[in-house]
T-cell receptor, first 109, second 115 residues
């Protein structure tokens, strides 16, 4: 079956750095997406990785290792507004997005 | 900045009733999607739509569901006979390019409550 695992919840301090991990087992791989979702709102796109390595976009970076079925999202200089759920999603061989359950990130002052 | 819009934001219905959820994708986008998210659970793919026909659908998207693009701007999801377990947030998304891995942009969602 298809499976995407990420921690349920993480807590970090304002101004710090946090890394949210995601491991996946899917039927085929056509890229991995990270989305941010505030409570009661739609997911918003953060990043896309299809090749191994690190993609940096401002305070957010995303890393992929296809051989390990592993990705992480790195958030730097955390702000209170970063409190949200972070969703890892993999596009499988049928070009369907398979979603993880999300990691709820709590930022404390 | 262009965005996907959805109406209504909230819909309450009785079990067995039909509901139509409406979406206006971003105007130059070619691919359209419906997802649902039951409260506290993961986002689930329902269906994708391209060139006026369904391109992929999940096991969830059974005969009680249908999609339509009735005109050049709207994209609708119809649930024929709602069940209690259909209560969820329903998100519409659209994508511009022909690459299957282009970014999907999500609408704000419709919260459906079936009583």
């Amino acid at each position: 079956g298809q499976n995407i695992d990420q921690p349920t919840e993480m807590t970090a301090t304002e101004g710090a750095i946090v890394q949210i991990n995601c491991t996946y087992q899917t039927s085929g791989f056509n890229g991995l997406f990270w989305y941010q979702q505030h409570a009661g709102e739609a997911p918003t796109f953060l990043s896309y990785n299809v090749l191994d390595g690190l993609e940096e976009k401002g305070r957010f970076s995303s890393f992929l290792s296809r051989s390990k079925g592993y990705s992480y999202l790195l958030l730097k200089e955390l702000q209170m507004k970063d409190s949200a759920s972070y969703l890892c999603a993999v596009m499988d061989s049928n070009y369907q997005l398979i979603w993880g359950a999300g990691t709820k990130l709590i930022i404390k002052p | 900045e262009p965005e996907v819009t959805q109406t209504p934001s909230h819909q309450v219905t009785q079990m067995g009733q039909e509901v139509i959820l409406r979406c206006v994708p971003i105007s130059n986008h070619l691919y359209f999607y419906w997802y649902r998210q039951i409260l506290g659970q993961k986002v689930e793919f329902l269906v994708s739509f391209y060139n006026n026909e369904i391109s992929e659908k999940s096991e969830i998207f059974d005969d009680q569901f249908s999609v339509e693009r009735p005109d050049g701007s709207n994209f609708t999801l119809k649930i024929r006979s709602t069940k209690l377990e259909d209560s969820a947030m329903y998100f519409c998304a659209s994508k511009e390019g022909t690459s299957a891995t282009d970014t999907q942009y999500f609408g704000p969602g419709t919260r459906l409550t079936v009583l």
